[in-house]
């Protein structure tokens, strides 16, 4: 389905991006890796996605180095779709946000969401290309939960740049999408699941379909948003979050 087209995905060597790589290459797409993990410690998530198809190559990257990631892209002789993943979350109650917590989400989360995606495209727009960016957010971009203000108000600015650039790439055919994935058994929440038992209480109460969700579920929405089926389809935040943005009667403290 994804043959001939070249996919970019940053924290590719983390549990959610590196699914996103293996179902797209699964798709026929060939894969770029980025992350900022060295080559040698991403090497299973690497062969990974080699059994999965094909990869072109793994760089190490930090999305919020503007720098690195403008040469990186000029690196890249063609990309065509591009998955912005890399992100960070490190739960802190409001009043003991620190003002380096607060700017490490604000740098990695959104400011790299901006730098990959502006650099993605301007890249399809000196070629010509009628490319997917495709930005991970959250659920909790648009819902509070405890503990994560910074995580969330990236995430909520990881909503909006997704609107503004469908909104002035559109005229380039450009589309951008982003996927808000609910909570799933892998990654951050996985890590806050295993050692934070006050989060794991709380989402014990709040999914109404009664379970976390899994990282290849995200990472076939976002084959989806990928594939020509939503050629139609720019500015939305398709959520999966087993119904957790919903009305929660037994919302957690
Ligand atoms: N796991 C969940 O439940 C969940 C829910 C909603 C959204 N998300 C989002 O999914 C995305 C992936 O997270 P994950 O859960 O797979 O976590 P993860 O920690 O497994 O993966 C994140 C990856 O990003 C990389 N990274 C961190 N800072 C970077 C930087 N400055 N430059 C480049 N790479 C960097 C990490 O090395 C890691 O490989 C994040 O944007 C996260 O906010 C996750």
Redo the contacts with the bound molecule.
């Keep these: 389905m994804l043959s001939n087209q070249v996919v970019l995905v940053?924290?590719?060597?983390?549990?959610?991006?590196n699914a996103m790589a293996v179902h797209l290459a699964k798709a026929g797409a060939s894969v770029v890796m980025?992350?900022?993990?060295p080559e040698t410690a991403a090497q299973k998530r690497i062969e990974a996605v080699q059994a999965a198809g094909k990869l072109l190559h793994y760089a190490q990257?930090?999305?919020?180095d503007r720098v690195a990631v403008d040469a990186a892209m000029d690196a890249l002789h063609q990309v065509d779709i591009v998955c912005s993943?890399?992100?960070?979350?490190e739960a802190q109650p409001f009043l003991e946000v620190s003002q380096e917590n607060w700017q490490n989400h604000l740098d990695?989360?959104l400011t790299?969401c901006f730098n990959v995606g502006q650099s993605a495209a301007r890249k399809m727009v000196a070629s010509k290309t009628q490319g997917r960016i495709i930005l991970?957010?959250?659920?909790?971009g648009a819902i509070p939960w405890p503990e994560i203000t910074p995580?969330s108000v990236s995430?909520a600015g990881v909503n909006m740049l997704t609107k503004q650039m469908a909104r002035e790439l559109a005229t380039y055919g450009i589309r951008v999408n982003a996927i808000?994935?609910?909570?799933?058994q892998?990654?951050?929440?996985?890590?806050q699941l295993r050692e934070e038992p006050q989060y794991a209480a709380r989402v014990a109460k709040v999914i109404p379909l009664g379970t976390?969700g899994t990282?290849s579920e995200i990472a076939e929405a976002v084959v989806y948003l990928a594939s020509p089926q939503t050629a139609y389809m720019t500015g939305s935040i398709l959520t999966l979050d087993g119904g957790c943005s919903l009305f929660q009667f037994d919302a957690p403290d």
């Excluded at 940053?10 to 991006?17: K, N, R, V």
């Excluded at 993943?85 to 979350?89: C, L, P």
């Excluded at 991970?136 to 909790?140: D, G």
Aim: aromatic share 6%; glycine share 18%; no cysteine.
């Design positions: 940053t924290g590719a060597a983390g549990d959610l991006g980025w992350d900022i993990q990257v930090d999305v919020r993943n890399a992100g960070i979350v990695i989360n790299g991970t957010s959250s659920w909790v995580y995430k808000a994935p609910g909570i799933v892998a990654g951050l929440a996985g890590r976390p990282a």
